[in-house]
């Protein structure tokens, strides 16, 4: 009888370890983030362009006058990347490129009488990301360097009217650096979407209008956007 016990007690667990195995073998293992990816974004952004004259030359007022312009408008562009992933942390690189469309103007025709306008177009970012998931839910911070296409135009309006002496246009390229971070959701294999802010910052631009007077025009954005990722 005790044989007999002792055999069924092997039997049994020789079974349940076979099915265990089994078991594990065949179980799935979560959503694998590891590997690289390409996609398409849309979404929103505002900004603003702080111009401040040091001398009060520029916009003929006093010395430290300042003149705000507020941006915004609709964007898109596509992004490509590789994850890396050590348990339930992710680490990676990805690369944006696309079109910004922040732009507005202020004409102040009261005093001080002061017009602005400014516009970001084409831009890239190369970004380092972090983040933690849980299974095929992603949270994550990213930054790195970012660079834009831009377009200024501030001055003095005399009479409601531009002044031609008094005024100053730039456009060109700009290099500077943006933070973010998001939230990102596998629904399938090979197939992620995410909801994603980020801040940039371009620093400072310099304008010279034709009398030589100076000003300074601080140049920034946020962005809100959604994205579609295929990975492979």
Same mark, same amino acid.
């Given at each position: ?8 007690? @092997? ?13 594990? =073998?065949?179980?799935?293992?979560? @959503? ?25 030359? @520029? @916009?003929? =007022?006093?010395?430290?006058? #300042? ?7 609709? /964007? ?22 696309? +079109? ?24 890239? *970012? ?7 998931? #849980? ?12 660079? %834009? ?15 031609? *002496? ?10 500077? +650096? %943006? ?9 399938? *294999?090979?197939? #992620?979407?995410? /909801? ?23 140049? *920034?954005?946020? %962005? ?5 990722? +295929?990975?492979?």
């Amino acid at each position: 009888m005790k044989r007999l016990l002792l055999a069924s007690t @092997f039997l049994a667990a020789a079974c349940g370890g076979t099915f265990a195995a089994d078991v594990i =073998e065949t179980a799935p293992a979560g @959503f694998v983030w590891s590997g690289g990816y390409v996609g398409i974004n849309a979404g929103y952004g505002w900004g603003r362009g702080n111009a401040v004259d040091p001398t009060g030359d @520029f @916009f003929e =007022e006093d010395a430290g006058q #300042t003149l705000d312009v507020d941006s915004h408008g609709f /964007l898109g562009g596509v992004q490509a990347g590789y994850n890396w992933q050590s348990g339930a942390f992710v680490y990676g690189v990805e690369a944006d490129l696309g +079109y910004l469309g922040v732009k507005g103007d202020n004409f102040v025709v009261e005093d001080p009488d002061n017009f602005g306008s400014t516009k970001l177009g084409v831009y890239g *970012d190369l970004t380092a990301r972090l983040g933690f998931a #849980t299974d095929s839910l992603l949270i994550y911070a990213k930054g790195g360097v970012a660079a %834009t296409h831009y377009k200024l135009s501030y001055g003095d309006l005399d009479g409601g009217d531009i002044d031609p *002496d008094s005024n100053a246009s730039k456009s060109g390229g700009r290099v500077g +650096y %943006t933070i973010g971070g998001g939230v990102e959701w596998g629904f399938s *294999d090979k197939w #992620t979407t995410k /909801l994603e802010y980020q801040y940039f910052d371009f620093g400072k631009v310099g304008l010279t209008d034709n009398d030589g007077d100076k000003a300074k025009v601080k140049i *920034d954005a946020h %962005t809100i956007k959604i994205g579609l990722n +295929y990975k492979f």
